[in-house]
């Protein structure tokens, strides 16, 4: 038996190298499903997730459609009813079927510039996705009006037209309701971490040369880019 780590090693190897990953990934669920191992379910529909976003960001069409049609292939299957058949396939099989649906509306009106645009227009809608982010699990209304000094018929407001625009959702659990991500604000932030990423390496190349003629001959988005590259070194 693989260990948990090597385990999800070999998700990843798959979702980022094989031409089809889908089809692999549904021979795992299954594989799975078998052995009750729920933390591997989790590993792949997370994988899935990941490929999807990517897809719909970069605009790749024949890639998207792969992705769809291996993903129906697999859940009009007899495969497909074996992990609907059981309590915790169950809850993926749906899950995935709402994805495949949810995706095509995605793929077709995502515009990444009409959206940071948006974002942009909201004061706090940048912040607020982000704490979002990084609370995983959900966070509550009320911490998040804390967070963003925010009283909570503006937080109110705000997070409707957040929900309007898919970037975020509300969860009603048994004793509370708690702030997610939804799938638009995943390819979101996912778009602005590469994004991000990638300025922080050409300013690592850029910065060295420009200040062998003084820091402040730099452009300015290499200035913003100082403290980021000190973090790194830091951490």
Known sequence: MDSSFEKTGRILEISLSSKRPVKYLMEMANQFVESSDT????DIDAALTGLLIDYIRKGTGDLFDAFTDDMLAFLDSSD???LKSTREGERYFHRWEHLV???RIAFEKYDPDMIARFIA???HG????QIVYKNIDGIRAKDLAEKLDMSAPQ???LLRELEDH????RKKGKKMTLVHLD????VYISETAETQASDIMESAKVIPLYKQQGENSLPDRYQVSIPRLAGLRAS
């Not at 898919?166 to 959702?169: A, G, H, R, T």
């Open 166 to 169: 898919d970037l975020v959702i």
């Open 155 to 157: 937080l109110s407001r």
């Open 126 to 129: 940048e912040k607020l996705l």
């Open 183 to 186: 799938f638009m604000g995943r």
């Open 121 to 123: 227009s909201r004061k």
């Open 80 to 82: 497909g009813d074996h």
């Open 39 to 42: 933390d591997g379910l989790y």
């Open 101 to 103: 649906d949810f995706s």
